[in-house]
């Protein structure tokens, strides 16, 4: 693990650092936000993934999260959205390929051989992690924006004994019915939809829920509403009587400001599910 | 005036707007959060000018300012720190032309016909805003961050009837004796040093100081320091009784996660003088 800077931020350190991953075949950037607590010993840990277009840089310089994983006492880790590098495959729209990993493992040419961002974010880097930093793996929440709304919930709801406590802010909510999400399962793991349906948070929802609340913010003023299907993953979470809220936030949109503004109620959440 | 975006933020808007500038002969494009308060009348403002190859957009989206501005009641103002576009005199270097301003109205060629900062600041775009927004004329502060610090030291000591309350974060604090200073006050005023003294805020403070409290934050791990020469303002700071702070904040360094790390502070500083 190569380390690419490192910032003192709220008493505690924002990390960048670049790692060959075993997953991906590549080299890959992540962040850490480590707060004062770890100072002390190890601290619960926040998963932060990022939406379409976005690497590890974005949440970590917009969010404004730091601020309260520093009072709350949680760390951080953003991992970036794909695979990177000359030799990965791309397309040329902003929705596949190079920044627009989905959080899966991509079965299909040309895709399959770097993109294994599910095996990236379960196993690779939380096994670097763990051994880098002094992090409690027994206390891990997950959350994220947009796309990684989507991996949030579709790893929380899959892996749940990994994943204590789980938010979305405006995530793709159904992408089986979406075109974020035909387009991109598509290519990734072919066009039979039952290899679909394990990355669908609101098939899941519907199936096997989470055993925990669940907290998502949404924009009523996002430009991608028709895209996200938000009324999809409610209507599946009341229909099951999930705990947890699906709260609709008036005049927001898809943006950081959207994120920003709701962060520390969505970082308090995790710290107290985790003990932080 | 022409509205570039809007976004919801902490329940106000942060906007982005473009207008055609009489002082530097250009279009100019700033940002104006406003917060929930704003709807209900004028309310104070804080101009935040920002450092050497920043825009409207650095302090906008990392500096995580809006929170504390809708908590406070702050409306907050952030300009370009120098005039844009293809027929604009640039250089090579970071540090000098465009996004490198400094604050002044240039005199020598071939600057002086569009690097009027001082004039843009505080007369050009005060017209605008006040015009335009919701804002309380009457009650105005200023802070930057590094040359954004140098200009809002500079402005506040010469204007203080203007501005109401100043902070800064790492501001470039004796530019006369800096290569952040030397090469470029030369470029925009000439070579006699005359000029140079109402732009250099250990000169300032040393004539005239301020007629307040002034704060001023400064990490110790800033990979500026030798350049931004806090020991010299702090001294001549002391030397007059200046009131006020300079905080020397261990282990931070020069970028946005030291901005954000304090600005809870500085804008409770400026609300609590400006009556936010």
């Excluded at 590890?56 to 520093?70: D, F, L, P, V, Y």
């Excluded at 989507?150 to 979406?178: C, D, K, Q, W």
Aim: hydrophobic share 40%; charged share 20%; glycine share 10%.
């Amino acid at each position: 693990m190569e380390k690419v800077s490192e910032n003192r931020c709220f008493g505690g350190t924002q990390g960048v650092y670049r790692h060959k991953s075993a997953a991906t075949g590549t080299d890959m950037t992540f962040a850490v936000y480590l707060p004062p607590d770890a100072e002390a010993g190890p601290v619960p840990v926040l998963w932060y993934l990022s939406g379409l277009t976005c690497t590890h840089e974005n949440a970590m310089t917009k969010a404004g999260a730091q601020q309260w994983a520093a009072e709350t006492g949680l760390a951080l880790i953003f991992p970036d959205t794909s695979p990177r590098g000359d030799d990965v495959a791309d397309d040329e729209a902003y929705d596949l390929g190079k920044g627009a990993g989905f959080y899966v493992n991509a079965t299909e040419q040309p895709w399959a051989k770097h993109f294994k961002m599910w095996d990236y974010i379960t196993k690779d880097l939380p096994d670097l992690v763990f051994a880098e930093f002094p992090l409690d793996r027994g206390a891990q929440g997950i959350t994220g924006h947009s796309m990684g709304g989507h991996g949030a919930l579709t790893l929380a709801m899959t892996l749940p004994e990994t994943y204590r406590s789980v938010s979305a802010f405006a995530p793709i909510a159904h992408p089986s019915e979406s075109d974020w999400g035909r387009k991109q399962l598509g290519a990734y793991l072919g066009e039979d939809r039952a290899a679909w349906a394990p990355h669908d948070a609101t098939l899941l929802m519907r199936e096997k829920g989470y055993p925990g609340e669940v907290l998502i913010d949404q924009g009523s003023s996002d430009q991608f509403l028709d895209l996200l299907k938000p009324e999809a993953l409610a209507e599946a979470m009341m229909a099951r009587r999930q705990p947890g809220a699906f709260r609709m936030q008036e005049g927001y949109d898809h943006s950081y400001f959207f994120v920003h503004s709701f962060i520390e109620d969505h970082l308090i959440w995790h710290a107290e599910r985790l003990g932080g």
